[in-house]
């Protein structure tokens, strides 16, 4: 299915729907609105899946990685070979999105969709392959406006095939060395911040680094002038396959009717791509947390998201999502768990205050 097809099958939420789930979360035993947040995924989750009393729902977190030929000018801290070798540590269970994962009993799909190395046939890694590696973007677009879009309809037709499995919650992660020079550049002309206001320093790198991927980034843009009211052109141009593949997923999640947890400033600079294409989308998105990356929170602010959690976290991969998931889990726990006043014989409030 294409991205167009993808697009007429975004449903507007259900905001009867809404009420409803509101009403049931006041017949709980607790002061009405008292579990503050968790009663608003709650009511949304409802609203957003069309199912009144939910299941506790199955959870997958999508990590997609893909290298960028940015590198060359020294953005990262890290080499590019880190992106292949996070793959294998991925595949093995023993990163910290594993870990986060079976903490919150959601399960980890690992997506190459542009890594610079060959992977030989391995057991759960998911090949989807559309380049290996963006080209420099320096000096030329990232890659073509094909490939953005088949990358993009590679992660909707995963959402597509999770809605098929049964999966009722999807989380987003990415790996890339390099990702955050991406991120920043199509974070500055979505939210038209300068460049410096959304760049930061990513895997950890110095001041010296620091300035130099600010005006990388600025000499790129003035180079390509991408056209932030074409979320395609902004993709090709300074965009990863990673976030491509992202994209594409909370397009397919969202035609899926299922509710998106995002995860850090790469999973943001993503979903302004995918609000780009897909307007309709935006509905179904849920911020994990706010990065400690610079341009997350401007990114936030343009998506309309109020984070769940400030935890100083900068991994990405999918950390935060798994713990946004673990809160999405807990919210409908006491949606479909809590005793209501009539149940328990507890006497609601009074009219006396
Ligand atoms: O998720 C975030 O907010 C985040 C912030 C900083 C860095 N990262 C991770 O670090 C890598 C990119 O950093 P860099 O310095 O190579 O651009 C990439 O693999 C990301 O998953 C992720
Ligand atoms: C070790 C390492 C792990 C990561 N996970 C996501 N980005 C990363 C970058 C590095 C360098």
Redesign the pocket.
Known sequence: MTIDDLLSLIQPPDHGLLEQAQRRLDRLTKPPGSLGRLEELAACYVMLTGKLMPNIPRAAVYTFAADHGI?QEG????PIEV?AQMVLNFLRGGAGVNVLARHADAEVRVVDIGVAVEFPALPHLIRRKIAPGTKNFLHEPAMTREQAIRALEAGATLAQEAAREGIGLLGTG????????ASAAIAALMTSEPVEAVT??????DDRRLSDKIRVIEAALAFHRPNPDDALDVLAKVGGFEIAGIAGLIVGGAAARIPVVL?????GAAALIAVGVAPACRDYLIASHR???CG?GAVLKRLGLAPLLDLY?????GT?ACLGIGLVQAALKIYSQMATFDEAGVSERGTQC
């Open positions: 590198v953005v990262s801290a890290y992106t990415d790996m890339g060395i390099g990702n955050t020079t930061g320093r990513g895997t950890g790198i995860d850090g400033f790469i999973s990065s400690v990356e997350h976290l900068r991994l990405g991969e935060g």
